[in-house]
């Protein structure tokens, strides 16, 4: 069982800070997702144990664990928790079971492609080792679930090197939504800049949006840079013009949930607005994406199914009473697409890819696949 995922850490323990806890962790004694009820935070930090489909299932849709790596170890975990629970010898029947489990999760959320990036690199390992016993199989797919998480902090750590490279000691940073340590395993990739910056000193002055209507700026970046000591302001989102035209900020960073072969990006809601605002001010705008976010099978940012959410997500939600008139048409997408035209580059852990994007991120999936080799 991994240290923090220890049925104890259940209790909040006040000495901690929120980054001392795993975004997504599995408990193998009782062979369950262990995730940090997102939908708390900032006021609650619980652990939250999910051995069901339906639980994990939830758990991805309700946002309880969210931002695109994040969900792509989720669902890493998940299916291994629920491949594990299925008894048979028989490869047949435990693969379809294993098919049917991950079309499931897979349906939770249609934007971030680290949902079904992740899901098949899970089913891969199933179809190369259909020759082994199925206990050694859930085994392989335990040892794959563990090195998508790996993954993940590497190459967060590679973005955050990239990133730093662009921007300089006391620098301003503008960011939309969590792209943070809570939307990955560590680190995040809009923040990795941050928290790499900060242990060199650099005090960058941070603006977090608040990220309506589900305030993951405001719940879990603020929150998560603010217990790390990064000198962090919240704003609300319809205050980004405001800081750029005070000469505040220096870059945007934000993270992304698929981008398109040609650079164009879906991002939580209101990212296309901040990189509108930051052409007008002269603000570079940079997102950060690992590769497991870029998606060459998809052309263009018209071809990102966009996911819709419940209206009483923007009329009541995060209200004691509801701030709307009752029947209220509510227009409610979780994410919009950002034209490439509006990214100044795009930072991943194969390095910083520039327009023309159709070149330089295919120049860049060549570099991966000959380091892979
Ligand atoms: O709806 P959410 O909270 O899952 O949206 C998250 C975002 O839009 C993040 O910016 C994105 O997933 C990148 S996380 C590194």
Known sequence: MEENSRKEDCKVNTSKSILDYETVALDEEENALVIIDQTLLPNKTELIRLKTAQEIWDAIYLLKVRGAPAIGVAAAFGIYVLANQVDTEDYGLFYQEFVKQKEYLDSARPTAVNLSWALNRMDEVCRKNSHLPVAQLKHRLKEEAAAIKEEDIQVCRKIGEYGLELVKPGDGILTHCNAGQLAACRYGTATAPVYLGQEKGYQFRVFADETRPLLQG?????YEL?????????????MSAAVMKNGWINAVFVGCDRVAANGDTANKIGTSVVAAVA?????????CAPTSTIDLATPTGEEIRIEQRPADEVTQMWYKERMAPEGIKVYNPAFDVTDHELITAIVTEYGVARAPFTESLRELFERKQNIKQ
């Not at 405001?218 to 603020?222: H, K, P, V």
């Not at 217990?227 to 989102?237: F, H, N």
């Not at 052409?279 to 997102?287: A, M, R, W």
């Open 226 to 238: 603010f217990s790390s000591g990064v000198d962090v302001t919240l704003i609300c989102d319809n």
């Open 279 to 287: 052409k007008q001010y002269h603000v570079p705008f940079y997102v």
């Open 218 to 222: 405001a719940r879990l970046t603020a």
